[in-house]
Protein backbone atom coordinates (compact mmCIF):
# COMPACT_ATOMS: atom_id res chain seq x y z
CA UNK A 1 0.00 0.00 0.00
CA UNK A 2 1.50 3.52 -1.23
CA UNK A 3 1.52 5.62 2.21
CA UNK A 4 0.86 8.73 0.41
CA UNK A 5 -1.99 7.27 -1.43
CA UNK A 6 -3.81 6.02 1.48
CA UNK A 7 -3.05 9.42 3.38
CA UNK A 8 -4.85 11.36 0.48
CA UNK A 9 -7.57 9.00 0.95
CA UNK A 10 -8.51 9.17 4.40
CA UNK A 11 -8.21 12.96 4.19
CA UNK A 12 -10.26 13.41 1.92
CA UNK A 13 -12.79 11.16 3.75
CA UNK A 14 -12.31 13.63 6.62
CA UNK A 15 -12.92 16.52 4.89
CA UNK A 16 -16.22 14.81 2.84
CA UNK A 17 -17.42 13.87 6.33
CA UNK A 18 -16.85 17.05 8.23
CA UNK A 19 -18.70 18.90 4.88
CA UNK A 20 -22.06 16.67 5.94
CA UNK A 21 -21.19 14.48 2.86
CA UNK A 22 -22.95 10.71 4.30
CA UNK A 23 -20.00 8.08 4.62
CA UNK A 24 -21.37 5.73 2.55
CA UNK A 25 -21.56 9.13 -0.68
CA UNK A 26 -17.85 10.10 -0.01
CA UNK A 27 -16.93 6.12 -0.52
CA UNK A 28 -19.05 5.89 -3.55
CA UNK A 29 -16.94 9.19 -5.34
CA UNK A 30 -14.61 7.89 -7.86
CA UNK A 31 -10.95 8.43 -7.26
CA UNK A 32 -9.76 9.18 -10.37
CA UNK A 33 -5.97 8.77 -9.80
CA UNK A 34 -4.02 6.92 -7.63
CA UNK A 35 -2.56 2.99 -6.99
CA UNK A 36 -5.86 0.35 -7.50
CA UNK A 37 -5.10 -0.62 -4.16
CA UNK A 38 -7.00 2.39 -2.59
CA UNK A 39 -10.21 2.18 -4.77
CA UNK A 40 -10.59 -1.80 -3.94
CA UNK A 41 -10.20 -0.60 -0.28
CA UNK A 42 -13.00 2.37 -0.87
CA UNK A 43 -14.95 -0.42 -2.83
CA UNK A 44 -14.65 -3.11 0.06
CA UNK A 45 -15.54 -0.84 2.57
CA UNK A 46 -18.68 0.57 0.71
CA UNK A 47 -20.08 -2.93 -0.13
CA UNK A 48 -19.90 -3.49 3.97
CA UNK A 49 -21.79 -0.57 4.51
CA UNK A 50 -24.35 -1.70 1.93
CA UNK A 51 -24.08 -4.80 3.80
CA UNK A 52 -24.80 -3.33 7.48
CA UNK A 53 -21.45 -4.31 8.38
CA UNK A 54 -19.23 -1.55 10.76
CA UNK A 55 -16.55 0.20 8.54
CA UNK A 56 -13.91 -1.39 10.55
CA UNK A 57 -15.01 -5.00 10.28
CA UNK A 58 -15.69 -3.93 6.16
CA UNK A 59 -12.19 -3.07 6.25
CA UNK A 60 -10.69 -5.64 8.52
CA UNK A 61 -12.53 -8.14 6.37
CA UNK A 62 -11.19 -7.01 2.79
CA UNK A 63 -8.37 -7.78 0.58
CA UNK A 64 -6.00 -4.74 0.95
CA UNK A 65 -3.60 -4.92 3.08
CA UNK A 66 -3.36 -2.07 5.61
CA UNK A 67 -0.75 -0.16 7.98
CA UNK A 68 -1.21 -1.60 11.99
CA UNK A 69 -2.60 1.54 12.73
CA UNK A 70 -5.38 2.04 10.69
CA UNK A 71 -7.67 -0.63 12.35
CA UNK A 72 -7.46 0.54 15.82
CA UNK A 73 -8.12 4.36 14.88
CA UNK A 74 -11.08 3.39 12.56
CA UNK A 75 -12.74 1.48 15.59
CA UNK A 76 -11.72 4.14 17.92
CA UNK A 77 -13.51 6.77 15.64
CA UNK A 78 -16.71 4.89 15.05
CA UNK A 79 -17.10 4.18 19.17
CA UNK A 80 -16.85 7.60 19.35
CA UNK A 81 -18.92 9.12 17.00
CA UNK A 82 -16.24 11.29 15.46
CA UNK A 83 -14.65 9.34 12.57
CA UNK A 84 -13.53 12.83 10.70
CA UNK A 85 -10.89 13.13 13.46
CA UNK A 86 -10.35 9.71 13.20
CA UNK A 87 -9.67 9.70 9.46
CA UNK A 88 -7.62 12.80 10.01
CA UNK A 89 -4.91 10.65 12.55
CA UNK A 90 -4.94 8.04 9.97
CA UNK A 91 -3.73 10.36 7.32
CA UNK A 92 -1.00 12.05 9.85
CA UNK A 93 0.12 8.71 10.79
CA UNK A 94 0.61 7.90 7.31
CA UNK A 95 2.22 10.98 6.38
CA UNK A 96 4.99 10.33 9.16
CA UNK A 97 5.49 6.54 8.11
CA UNK A 98 5.92 7.53 4.82
CA UNK A 99 8.62 10.29 5.90
CA UNK A 100 10.04 7.22 7.93
CA UNK A 101 10.26 4.76 5.64
CA UNK A 102 12.07 7.57 3.28
CA UNK A 103 14.42 8.11 5.28
CA UNK A 104 15.16 5.06 6.09
CA UNK A 105 14.93 4.04 2.74
CA UNK A 106 17.36 6.60 1.22
CA UNK A 107 19.49 5.83 3.88
CA UNK A 108 20.03 2.23 3.08
CA UNK A 109 20.31 3.56 -1.10
CA UNK A 110 23.15 6.33 -0.27
CA UNK A 111 24.82 3.75 1.84
CA UNK A 112 24.93 1.14 -0.72
CA UNK A 113 25.84 3.51 -3.13
CA UNK A 114 28.72 5.38 -1.86
CA UNK A 115 30.41 2.03 -0.72
CA UNK A 116 30.11 0.81 -4.20
CA UNK A 117 31.32 4.19 -5.10
CA UNK A 118 34.42 3.63 -3.44
CA UNK A 119 34.95 0.28 -4.41
CA UNK A 120 34.85 1.29 -8.03
CA UNK A 121 37.05 3.90 -7.11
CA UNK A 122 39.67 1.39 -5.42
CA UNK A 123 39.41 -0.96 -8.03
CA UNK A 124 40.20 1.22 -10.67
CA UNK A 125 43.05 2.71 -9.23
CA UNK A 126 44.66 -1.13 -8.28
CA UNK A 127 44.20 -1.82 -12.03
CA UNK A 128 46.10 1.12 -12.91
CA UNK A 129 48.55 0.85 -10.65
CA UNK A 130 48.96 -3.22 -11.99
CA UNK A 131 49.07 -1.28 -15.88
CA UNK A 132 51.90 1.08 -15.07
CA UNK A 133 53.87 -1.29 -13.04
CA UNK A 134 54.25 -3.76 -15.93
CA UNK A 135 50.73 -5.20 -16.42
CA UNK A 136 49.57 -6.23 -20.07
CA UNK A 137 47.36 -3.89 -21.61
CA UNK A 138 44.37 -6.14 -19.95
CA UNK A 139 45.70 -4.73 -16.61
CA UNK A 140 47.29 -7.57 -16.12
CA UNK A 141 46.85 -8.74 -12.21
CA UNK A 142 44.81 -5.71 -11.70
CA UNK A 143 42.24 -7.67 -13.44
CA UNK A 144 41.27 -9.58 -10.44
CA UNK A 145 40.43 -6.27 -7.79
CA UNK A 146 38.29 -5.27 -10.66
CA UNK A 147 36.20 -8.56 -10.81
CA UNK A 148 35.80 -8.60 -7.16
CA UNK A 149 34.51 -5.17 -7.14
CA UNK A 150 31.67 -6.05 -10.00
CA UNK A 151 30.82 -9.30 -8.03
CA UNK A 152 30.29 -6.78 -4.71
CA UNK A 153 28.79 -4.31 -6.60
CA UNK A 154 26.52 -6.22 -7.97
CA UNK A 155 25.80 -8.44 -4.50
CA UNK A 156 25.31 -4.67 -3.27
CA UNK A 157 22.59 -4.18 -5.21
CA UNK A 158 20.68 -7.21 -5.45
CA UNK A 159 20.88 -7.13 -1.50
CA UNK A 160 19.56 -3.14 -1.40
CA UNK A 161 16.85 -4.38 -3.75
CA UNK A 162 15.71 -6.72 -1.72
CA UNK A 163 15.55 -4.71 1.54
CA UNK A 164 13.92 -2.02 0.25
CA UNK A 165 10.87 -4.48 -1.31
CA UNK A 166 10.60 -6.55 2.23
CA UNK A 167 10.39 -3.79 5.04
CA UNK A 168 10.82 -6.50 8.18
CA UNK A 169 14.39 -7.10 6.36
CA UNK A 170 15.06 -3.58 6.16
CA UNK A 171 13.93 -3.11 10.38
CA UNK A 172 16.24 -6.08 10.84
CA UNK A 173 19.50 -4.67 9.01
CA UNK A 174 19.01 -1.53 10.77
CA UNK A 175 18.67 -3.33 14.08
CA UNK A 176 21.86 -5.42 14.17
CA UNK A 177 23.72 -3.34 12.29
CA UNK A 178 26.12 -0.78 14.64
CA UNK A 179 26.28 1.96 12.59
CA UNK A 180 22.65 2.09 11.41
CA UNK A 181 21.31 1.08 15.12
CA UNK A 182 20.96 4.58 16.81
CA UNK A 183 18.99 5.87 13.42
CA UNK A 184 16.92 2.37 14.07
CA UNK A 185 16.31 3.24 18.00
CA UNK A 186 14.99 7.12 17.03
CA UNK A 187 12.36 5.14 14.70
CA UNK A 188 10.67 3.29 16.92
CA UNK A 189 10.43 6.38 19.34
CA UNK A 190 9.41 8.43 16.63
CA UNK A 191 6.42 5.42 15.86
CA UNK A 192 5.57 4.63 19.23
CA UNK A 193 4.98 8.13 20.69
CA UNK A 194 2.75 9.39 17.59
CA UNK A 195 1.01 6.40 17.50
CA UNK A 196 -0.13 6.30 21.38
CA UNK A 197 -0.71 9.75 21.10
CA UNK A 198 -3.21 9.54 18.20
CA UNK A 199 -4.78 6.25 19.41
CA UNK A 200 -5.29 8.16 23.14
CA UNK A 201 -6.58 11.02 21.09
CA UNK A 202 -9.18 9.13 19.71
CA UNK A 203 -10.11 7.45 22.67
CA UNK A 204 -8.79 4.44 23.04
CA UNK A 205 -8.40 3.24 26.92
CA UNK A 206 -4.34 3.48 28.13
CA UNK A 207 -3.88 -0.25 28.02
CA UNK A 208 -5.66 -0.77 24.42
CA UNK A 209 -3.79 2.63 23.32
CA UNK A 210 -0.23 0.95 24.90
CA UNK A 211 -0.89 -2.55 23.30
CA UNK A 212 -1.14 -1.34 19.82
CA UNK A 213 1.15 1.40 20.24
CA UNK A 214 3.93 -1.40 20.86
CA UNK A 215 3.03 -3.36 17.78
CA UNK A 216 2.97 -0.22 15.43
CA UNK A 217 6.31 0.49 16.82
CA UNK A 218 7.54 -2.66 15.23
CA UNK A 219 10.69 -3.39 17.35
CA UNK A 220 11.01 -7.33 18.92
CA UNK A 221 12.90 -5.43 22.38
CA UNK A 222 9.41 -4.08 22.91
CA UNK A 223 7.56 -6.93 21.66
CA UNK A 224 9.09 -8.80 24.52
CA UNK A 225 8.30 -6.27 27.14
CA UNK A 226 4.69 -6.55 26.64
CA UNK A 227 3.17 -8.18 29.75
CA UNK A 228 5.31 -6.62 31.72
CA UNK A 229 4.60 -3.17 30.20
CA UNK A 230 1.10 -4.37 30.80
CA UNK A 231 1.27 -5.23 33.88
CA UNK A 232 3.18 -2.26 35.49
CA UNK A 233 0.21 -0.47 33.47
CA UNK A 234 -2.59 -1.63 35.54
CA UNK A 235 -0.96 -1.09 38.86
CA UNK A 236 0.89 1.98 38.46
CA UNK A 237 0.10 3.83 35.39
CA UNK A 238 1.17 5.07 31.63
CA UNK A 239 4.18 6.66 32.92
CA UNK A 240 5.58 3.98 34.85
CA UNK A 241 4.23 1.22 32.15
CA UNK A 242 6.78 3.24 29.27
CA UNK A 243 9.71 3.12 32.13
CA UNK A 244 9.55 -0.64 31.35
CA UNK A 245 10.09 -0.21 27.62
CA UNK A 246 14.10 -0.48 26.65
CA UNK A 247 15.62 2.81 25.91
CA UNK A 248 13.39 5.36 27.04
CA UNK A 249 15.12 8.83 27.53
CA UNK A 250 14.78 10.35 31.07
CA UNK A 251 13.47 13.42 29.96
CA UNK A 252 10.93 11.35 28.24
CA UNK A 253 9.73 10.09 31.76
CA UNK A 254 9.86 13.66 33.41
CA UNK A 255 7.24 15.28 30.35
CA UNK A 256 5.05 11.73 30.37
CA UNK A 257 4.46 12.23 34.35
CA UNK A 258 3.92 15.61 34.19
CA UNK A 259 1.82 15.22 31.38
CA UNK A 260 -0.22 12.00 33.18
CA UNK A 261 -0.26 14.27 36.38
CA UNK A 262 -2.28 16.88 34.16
CA UNK A 263 -4.14 14.82 32.41
CA UNK A 264 -2.43 16.06 28.85
CA UNK A 265 -0.90 12.98 28.07
CA UNK A 266 -1.84 13.03 23.84
CA UNK A 267 -0.60 16.60 23.61
CA UNK A 268 2.63 15.13 25.68
CA UNK A 269 3.06 12.59 23.16
CA UNK A 270 3.24 14.32 20.11
CA UNK A 271 5.53 16.97 21.71
CA UNK A 272 7.65 13.62 21.91
CA UNK A 273 7.26 12.44 18.68
CA UNK A 274 8.13 15.61 17.58
CA UNK A 275 11.42 15.64 19.72
CA UNK A 276 11.73 11.92 18.33
CA UNK A 277 11.93 13.17 14.77
CA UNK A 278 14.79 15.90 15.15
CA UNK A 279 16.60 12.97 16.76
CA UNK A 280 16.36 10.73 13.78
CA UNK A 281 17.34 14.08 12.02
CA UNK A 282 20.51 14.05 14.07
CA UNK A 283 21.35 10.15 14.25
CA UNK A 284 20.88 9.92 10.40
CA UNK A 285 23.57 13.08 9.95
CA UNK A 286 25.73 11.17 12.54
CA UNK A 287 25.35 7.87 10.47
CA UNK A 288 26.55 9.44 7.24
CA UNK A 289 29.08 11.04 8.44
CA UNK A 290 30.73 7.59 9.77
CA UNK A 291 29.20 5.77 6.57
CA UNK A 292 31.72 8.57 4.67
CA UNK A 293 34.76 8.08 6.78
CA UNK A 294 34.39 4.33 6.87
CA UNK A 295 33.90 4.00 3.11
CA UNK A 296 36.66 6.41 2.36
CA UNK A 297 38.97 4.45 4.69
CA UNK A 298 37.88 1.15 3.34
CA UNK A 299 38.77 2.24 -0.04
CA UNK A 300 42.39 3.65 1.07
CA UNK A 301 43.22 0.75 2.56
CA UNK A 302 42.31 -1.51 -0.56
CA UNK A 303 44.44 0.86 -2.59
CA UNK A 304 47.43 1.23 0.34
CA UNK A 305 47.50 -3.25 0.30
CA UNK A 306 47.76 -3.46 -3.42
CA UNK A 307 50.33 -1.16 -3.53
CA UNK A 308 52.45 -2.55 -1.42
CA UNK A 309 52.00 -5.45 -2.75
CA UNK A 310 53.15 -4.11 -6.50
CA UNK A 311 56.08 -2.39 -4.68
CA UNK A 312 56.99 -5.01 -3.15
CA UNK A 313 56.65 -7.32 -6.26
CA UNK A 314 58.78 -4.61 -8.14
CA UNK A 315 61.60 -3.89 -5.40
CA UNK A 316 62.41 -8.02 -4.91
CA UNK A 317 64.16 -8.69 -7.98
CA UNK A 318 66.44 -4.81 -6.87
CA UNK A 319 67.05 -6.93 -3.50
CA UNK A 320 67.75 -10.11 -4.81
CA UNK A 321 70.46 -8.56 -7.30
CA UNK A 322 71.77 -6.79 -4.38
CA UNK A 323 72.33 -9.24 -2.88
Known amino acids: MQ ?6 FFTNLSRSLTSGIPLAKALSRPIRSG ?7 QQEALRGLERGERLVDAMANGTVFLPRFVLPLVEAGERSGDLPAAFARIARQCKIEHRLTERLNQQLVSTALSAIGWGAFAAFSAMLLAYVSGGNAAFGDGSTPGAYAAVAGGGVLMVMLLVLRFESMRDAIFRRTPLLAPVWREARWLRFYHALGDLMAAGIPAEGALERAIDIAADPAFARRHELVVSVLRTSGLTEACAALPGIAPEALEALAVAEEAGRMPEALADLGALAEKRLDEAVARF ?18 FTAQRVLQIAAPILDFAQ
Do not use: F, Q
Request: hydrophobic share 55%.
Open 288 to 305: ERRARLLTRAAALAIIGV
Open 35 to 41: PDEVRTL
Open 3 to 8: LEALAD
